[in-house]
């Protein structure tokens, strides 16, 4: 008995990795699916949301960006006598309203909107790459997740499968069939396997705060089962793979676009050393006089410059 009890254990071990499911116990949670995590991770983060903001107002900057500057209007007056402050005795005395429009150089709106639109491009695929890095970090928590709860249902097994050994193992003692080591290895055994139990249990609690905080919502904690499945097995080709990469790979495309702005900001600098430009309209208006004891119409002036 004592030398075929390793042998005896081993294949016990062996026999508990494949043990099905349906076994587990009826009060388990409800599984959880991977997926559904992942879109409730993309769709509530508050990081993710405050970048999405960010792109909408990156969105709302393009227009203004490649707009003419806001118009400028001047109230005032001129030519008023300082002795008497009447705006009916000189005749070039004027209230004046004039509009000034300034006009950039030619090209100039037109590469700051690139530049803008460039900030919006960048900022679209800065949420993807943030949106896939979330969706990477979920599904690997999930499945540390899936392995931990497999571990202890095994665990589990296992150890109820050293505690049956433990009280054969006694029995046989009892009667002299059975040596002391025997059951002194058995719970040696037994011990290992609670303390391994409750290293796996303490990491599933770990991970399913990991999940909670990638999920974005501390106030509701993620709990349940995961529902494990396994993927079918795919076939991968080398040049498929980089081809993909390069048409759909978010921080090439980020890259690209970054490359576009620097180039367009690059020709925007060079621009602005050239003058810009401005458009001036003023309208004078002038009171009538009086002169030889006749009232004197004056006409009102424009100007433009």
């Not at 949670?29 to 995590?37: K, W």
């Not at 006598?81 to 709106?109: H, N």
């Not at 991970?207 to 904690?221: C, F, P, Q, Y």
């Amino acid at each position: 008995m004592k030398k075929n009890w390793p042998g005896l254990l081993i294949a016990t071990l062996i026999i508990a990795l494949p043990f099905s499911s349906a076994s587990a116990r009826e009060d388990e949670p409800a599984p959880i699916d991977m997926e559904t995590l992942v879109e409730q991770a993309v769709h509530d983060n508050p990081a993710l949301a405050a970048a999405r903001h960010e792109q909408e107002d990156a969105v709302f900057r393009i227009q203004p960006a490649g707009a003419l500057p806001d118009p400028m209007v001047m109230l005032g007056f001129m030519s008023v006598p300082v002795d008497t402050f009447a705006f009916d005795e000189a005749d070039m005395t004027q209230k004046i309203i004039s509009v000034t429009q300034p006009f950039p150089f030619p090209g100039k709106l037109k590469l700051a909107e690139e530049v803008a639109k460039s900030d919006s491009e960048g900022a679209k695929w800065q949420i993807k790459i943030y949106e896939d890095r979330l969706a990477f970090e979920v599904r690997r928590a999930f499945f540390d997740w899936s392995y931990s709860v497999e571990a202890v249902r095994i665990t589990e097994y296992n150890l109820d499968v050293i505690a049956q050994f433990t009280r054969i193992a006694t029995a046989k003692y009892s009667v002299g069939k059975a040596a002391q080591w025997d059951i002194l290895r058995a719970q040696v055994e037994h011990s290992k396997l609670s303390e391994r139990l409750k290293t796996v249990l303490q990491k599933i609690e770990s991970i399913k705060a990991i999940l909670t905080s990638l999920l974005g919502n501390d106030e509701v904690r993620v709990e349940g089962a995961p529902a494990i499945k396994f993927t079918p097995v795919v076939e991968l080709k080398e040049k498929e793979l980089i081809q993909r990469a390069a048409e759909n790979n978010p921080v090439l495309a980020f890259l690209e676009t970054m490359v576009e702005k620097a180039d367009n900001a690059a020709k925007l600098a060079r621009r602005n050393r050239l003058p810009n430009f401005s458009l001036t309209f003023s309208y004078g208006q002038r009171d009538n006089g009086e002169m030889n004891g006749m009232t004197r119409e004056r006409p009102d002036f424009v100007s433009g410059i």
